[in-house]
């Protein structure tokens, strides 16, 4: 079936405009995270929803970074004002709910910000 | 809060050695621990999993053993092949919300 697919792949901004990255998750995975990947500090969780809501949002960096996601199934992240240290792969992964579920990750969003 | 340690490498291998990746983790309570693979120009994919302690988690001839009691999950495959070069993530999911927690990733080369 089909895995997490997201848009864009790539995306060059100007500092200071916003940015809208899509994540569209596995059918039936009701939970669903960002990560972010980068060369400095890894893998970081930025938020996770369960359904609509985001029990956890505790590794947005800053009030800039929010997100959404509306039918339980797609979610928007969204920076504002992006800034150069914004730079980095974002991820979204979907699971199943619990401990030992997998996270499947889709291909990821490649934000230059210059 | 949660934390995983892992060799961060580079590691360098000729086929058909022996691989070891060390991955040790500090948890509240009883996670489950994942190792991920990305290969070259690929994204994050599952490589095993293992759930509870002493449990052996397995795949394409990878195998890491649940430690519970020296909080670990080393990374071992017996004769590595040149398709196995890619970035090795140790991760443990816990609490409830169940996110992942990476270490810094562990990028191994096998040359021929």
């Known amino acids: 079936g089909a895995g997490v697919s997201q848009s864009p792949s790539n995306k060059v901004t100007e500092k200071g405009k916003d940015v809208e990255l899509r994540c569209d998750p596995i059918s039936g995975h009701t939970a669903l995270y960002w990560y972010r990947q980068s060369l400095g500090q890894g893998l970081e969780f930025l938020i996770y929803f369960q359904g609509n809501s985001a029990p956890d949002k505790s590794g947005l960096p800053s009030d800039r970074f929010s997100a959404e996601r509306t039918g339980g199934s797609v979610s928007t992240l969204t920076i504002q004002r992006t800034q150069q240290e914004d730079s980095a792969v974002y991820l979204c992964?979907?699971?199943?709910?619990?401990?030992?579920?997998?996270?499947?990750f889709g291909p990821g969003t490649r934000l230059l910000v210059l | 809060g949660d934390s995983v340690t892992q060799m961060e490498g580079p590691v360098t291998l000729s086929e058909e050695a022996f691989l070891t990746i060390n991955c040790t983790y500090t948890?509240?309570?009883?996670?489950?621990l994942f190792w991920y693979v990305q290969y070259p120009g690929e994204g994050l994919q599952l490589l095993l999993k293992?759930?509870?302690?002493?449990d052996k988690g397995s795949n394409k001839g990878f195998e890491a053993t649940y430690r519970k009691e020296t909080t670990s999950f080393h990374l071992e495959k017996g004769s590595v092949q040149v398709s196995d070069s890619a970035v090795y993530f140790c991760?443990?999911?816990?609490?409830?919300?169940?996110?992942?927690?990476f270490g810094k990733g562990t990028l191994l080369t096998v040359n021929p």
């Open positions: 992964a979907s699971s199943l709910v619990g401990l030992a579920e997998t996270q499947y």
């Open positions: 948890a509240t309570g009883y996670p489950s």
């Open positions: 991760a443990l999911s816990g609490g409830s919300n169940y996110k992942l927690t």
């Open positions: 293992a759930t509870k302690a002493d």
